[in-house]
């Protein structure tokens, strides 16, 4: 399936200065190995991510608000992807296991 920019929200704008550095969530139903992909989050550095920004990628079944099947947290690798200089490039990111053992 492809980006869905009303996946793509701004959790935390980050302080003031020239360290600033913004939180992202991404709900996807397309798995982590797509997602990771350059310039998948086609619109992001005109959204304001830039490199070093921490991106927390929520796998979902079917639609936007389905079951979570998988969480990553990922960061900005590369800003200004595309031919159109628009997107952004995401690490392979870390998962965040399921476990419950209550």
């Not at 935390?12 to 709900?27: E, N, P, Y």
């Not at 190995?33 to 005109?46: E, I, L, P, W």
Request: hydrophobic share 35%.
């Amino acid at each position: 399936m492809a980006y869905e920019t009303n996946g793509f929200k701004l959790l935390t704008d980050g302080l003031s200065g020239a360290s600033t550095m913004k939180t992202w969530l991404l709900d996807s139903v397309d798995a982590i190995a797509t997602v990771n992909t350059s310039n998948y989050v086609s619109d992001g550095h005109a959204r304001g991510a830039r490199q070093g920004d921490i991106v927390i990628v929520r796998t979902r079944t079917t639609t936007l608000a389905g079951p979570v099947t998988a969480i990553h947290h990922c960061w900005v690798i590369d800003e200004k992807t595309g031919s159109d200089g628009r997107g952004i490039d995401l690490t392979d990111g870390l998962a965040i296991t399921a476990t419950d053992t209550d």
